[in-house]
């Protein structure tokens, strides 16, 4: 008998969240969008035919997504050809959760 698990991708990620979050730098005020990235990755386990599932989170700026698709397209070549970074402006949430830099309080 399979496992109702069996079906899923051994690993998932998804952009959950997003924050704006303020502080200051450079002579004035500086708001900065994260987005939270949630993933979780299903090893199959001998015991009882159950999957181990981690998951874990990290919040990562857009330029950082924009680095990292850069530096794979040049390790990867064609491998990343039809991979594409939508742009900025197009990632938009109902809710953003605002947060300020000194004390990490959200609001």
């Known amino acids: ?16 969240r997003a924050r704006i979050s303020e502080g200051s730098g450079g002579g004035g005020d500086i708001k900065t969008v994260e987005y939270e990235v949630a993933s979780q990755l ?11 599932v981690y ?14 698709h850069k530096e ?11 991979s594409r970074l939508p742009p900025s402006h197009s990632l938009t949430w109902d809710k953003v959760t605002h ?3 000194c004390n990490g309080a959200t609001h």
């Open 55 to 68: 998951k874990w989170s990290v919040w990562k700026r857009y330029s950082d997504f924009a680095t990292l």
């Open 72 to 82: 794979l397209s040049t390790t990867l070549g064609w491998q990343m050809e039809k």
């Open 99 to 101: 947060t300020h830099a």
């Open 42 to 52: 299903r090893l199959a386990s001998g015991r009882l035919n159950k999957n181990a």
């Open 1 to 16: 008998m399979l496992n109702k698990d069996s079906a899923a991708p051994p690993f998932e990620s998804y952009i959950t």
